[in-house]
């Protein structure tokens, strides 16, 4: 079956804009969860949904945020970028939550200039 | 909150020699979780671990699972060129969010 697909895999944006990432997860999987990767941080925690509610948030600003459609299809838009926003966005889905591990997206790589 | 500590965060070998990497946790877990990451890649599900002192082994990789539920080993023997990568544990209490360690990684020289 096909993977978790994430678009776009690479963005370039400019300091103050806004931008919007794509997550669609394995078909039947109704988790969705929101990670970001930067250098000596490892995975961050963004948001984590389950049928088209956030189930848990982490300790990003409100600049950062999130939804999931009926579907199962998940955004995350980060609104007035900074340069340190710059990093790998990954999206990891779940059958039935954390229990039965993730399945993540190749990401999308995401340049604050 | 919680966290995962994740030791150490480098570590050469050469081929052939063992490797061990450990997690910590701050609070007790429901589960731990091991990734793989490949360089340019993205982490790929290992295995999940829930019962207090669980042992499980993938041919050459064996995991385990602490008493107190509150850390975790990996331990590879006998490394080869394609073990290298960046290892990740990750924990969660029920209903939390599941929160990696910032992993360690694996280079192996032939």
């Known amino acids: 079956k096909a993977g978790v697909t994430q678009t776009p895999r690479y963005l370039i944006k400019t300091r103050g804009q806004q931008v919007t990432l794509s997550c669609s997860p394995i078909?039947?999987?109704?988790?969705v969860s929101w990670y970001q990767q930067t250098p000596g941080q490892g995975l961050q925690f963004l948001f984590e949904?389950?049928?088209?509610?956030?189930?848990n948030k982490g300790n990003f600003p409100g600049r950062f945020s999130g939804r999931q459609f009926s579907n199962s299809r998940s955004e995350m838009n980060v609104s007035t970028l900074e340069l340190g926003d710059s990093a790998l966005y990954l999206c990891?889905?779940?059958?039935?939550?954390?229990?039965?591990?993730?399945?993540f997206g190749s990401g999308t790589r995401l340049t604050v200039v | 909150g919680q966290q995962v500590m994740q030791i150490p965060q480098y570590q050469h070998v050469q081929e052939g020699e063992d490797f061990t990497t450990y997690c910590n946790s701050s609070?007790?877990?429901?589960?731990i979780q091991w990734y793989k990451q490949r360089p340019g890649g993205h982490p790929v599900f290992l295995i999940q671990?829930?019962?207090?002192?669980e042992v499980k082994k993938q041919k050459r990789l064996t995991f385990q699972f602490g008493e107190a539920k509150k850390n975790s080993s990996l331990h590879i023997t006998a490394t080869q060129t394609t073990d290298v990568g960046t290892y990740f544990c990750?924990?969660?209490?029920?209903?939390?969010?599941?929160?990696f360690g910032k992993g360690t990684t694996l280079s192996v020289s032939s």
């Open positions: 609070t007790t877990l429901s589960n």
């Open positions: 078909s039947g999987h109704r988790s």
């Open positions: 990891a889905s779940s059958g039935q939550g954390p229990l039965y591990g993730y399945t």
């Open positions: 671990l829930v019962k207090s002192g």
């Open positions: 990750a924990g969660d209490q029920a209903g939390t969010a599941l929160i």
């Open positions: 949904y389950f049928s088209e509610t956030q189930r």
